[in-house]
């Protein structure tokens, strides 16, 4: 099993860019594609971003693509977010996850995942 604590969140405004970190903990990180996913309020956890465990192929979400990227450190056992030229729709608690599936866009293929940090974008 696998612990994540996620950081970095807060109130910024709007173009503005925030990078979020993922630090994890227990098994062996390298093993794990790691995923990063959304949720506002009332609405559902969505997919953000994916990285396999080598760091070579990266993927997002559409509202993601051009302005966010997933990058990791596996000597350290973190994985990032940065995000740039954030707009007030991507205000929502941000989620790392950990998946020993293959990783991909949907929860299903993430078993572990972290408590979550609130990203909040507002003038």
């Known amino acids: 099993q696998v612990q994540l604590v996620e950081s970095g969140g807060g109130l910024v405004q709007p173009g503005d860019s925030l990078r979020l970190s993922c630090a994890a903990s227990?098994?062996?990180?390298?093993?794990?594609?790691m995923g990063w996913f959304r949720q506002a309020p009332g609405k559902e956890r969505e997919f953000v971003a994916g990285?396999?465990?080598?760091?070579?192929?990266?993927y997002y979400s559409d509202s993601a693509k051009g302005r966010f990227t997933i990058s990791r450190d596996n000597a350290e056992n973190t994985v990032y977010l940065q995000m740039n030229s954030l707009k007030p729709e991507d205000t929502a608690v941000y989620y790392c996850?950990?998946?020993?599936?293959?990783?991909?866009?949907?929860?299903?293929?993430?078993?572990?995942w972290g408590q979550g940090t609130q990203v909040t974008v507002s003038s």
């Open positions: 996850a950990a998946s020993n599936l293959g990783g991909g866009v949907r929860r299903i293929a993430y078993p572990y």
């Open positions: 227990g098994r062996t990180f390298s093993n794990y594609a």
């Open positions: 990285i396999s465990w080598s760091g070579d192929s990266t």
